[in-house]
């Protein structure tokens, strides 16, 4: 199971080079698109973001004071905005509360400690923060998303009943044990790669550097081959892993 993972990897690595997640210029701005990416697709986050910049409260300060309702107004496009505007805030809250307002403060927790808060609060599931932790905080957390369960049932990695935290463990099993990370040379980037970015070229230790690309590569290989039906497993670059190399149905 752990060399099947780090195939995968190994194989993406050698295709697609390095993915640049997440695309933002700080860490305030992943928290904020890793709310606002729930339950709609990128193109609809970037429009709210830009709304967000372009009215200057694309920062803790800026949310803290805006009014709900003028909230709502700029991320209108990431739909469920009333819920998320509220979410925002109530992170904002959170942080203000225990950690007086400073994301370094915050991000100085212990990861198990600062994953426990975080799930605690309304609206955040693991994959929000996982995200978060990620990629906003550079820790070294797996984001399993519905692209990595897919894949790894239909590559017998887990079976479709596999808790989310059973996935991460499988995951992060497998990935701890690669060194050095493949990706920081010059590639061609492909996948769901974006352009490098301030945060994808933040210092982070091998090992978060790792989960960084793979996440990047299961929603590139999810989004582009591996369809919910019909898996385009002809053209996939993980043809030649695929179990006794019989296409999934
Ligand atoms: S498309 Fe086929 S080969 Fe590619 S990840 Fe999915 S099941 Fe595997």
Redesign the pocket.
């Given at each position: 199971m752990d060399q099947q993972i780090q195939q995968i990897y190994a194989t993406l690595c050698r295709a697609w080079g390095p993915q640049h997640w997440w695309p933002a210029q700080s860490r305030f701005e992943v928290i904020v698109g890793a709310f606002l990416t729930q339950n709609t697709s990128w193109s609809n986050v970037e429009l709210a973001m830009r709304q967000l910049r372009a009215a200057k409260v694309l920062s803790v300060s800026g949310i803290r004071e805006i009014e709900i309702t003028k909230l709502e107004k700029l991320i209108r496009s990431s739909g469920y905005f009333r819920q998320k505007a509220q979410r925002l805030k109530n992170f904002v809250r959170f942080l203000d509360a225990s950690y007086r307002g400073s994301l370094t403060r915050m991000f100085s927790q212990s990861t198990d400690k600062l994953r426990q808060e975080l799930l605690s609060l309304n609206g955040i599931g693991p994959e929000t923060a996982d995200s978060i932790l990620l990629y906003a905080g550079q820790h070294s957390v797996f984001v399993v998303d519905a692209y990595t369960r897919?894949?790894a049932t239909?590559?017998k990695i887990a079976d479709d009943e596999a808790s989310y935290d059973e996935l991460r463990n499988i995951f992060e099993r497998a990935l701890e044990q690669i060194s050095v990370p493949h990706t920081r040379g010059n590639f061609l980037p492909d996948g769901a790669s974006h352009p490098p970015s301030r945060m994808s070229l933040a210092k982070r230790c091998s090992t978060a550097q790792v989960y960084n690309d793979m996440h990047g590569f299961m929603v590139g290989?999810g989004k582009n081959?591996?369809?919910k039906s019909q898996?385009?497993?002809e053209h996939?670059?993980?043809?030649d892993?695929?179990p006794e190399r019989r296409?999934?149905r």
């Open positions: 897919r894949i239909r590559h290989i081959y591996c369809h898996p385009d497993c996939c670059p993980l043809a892993l695929l296409i999934p």
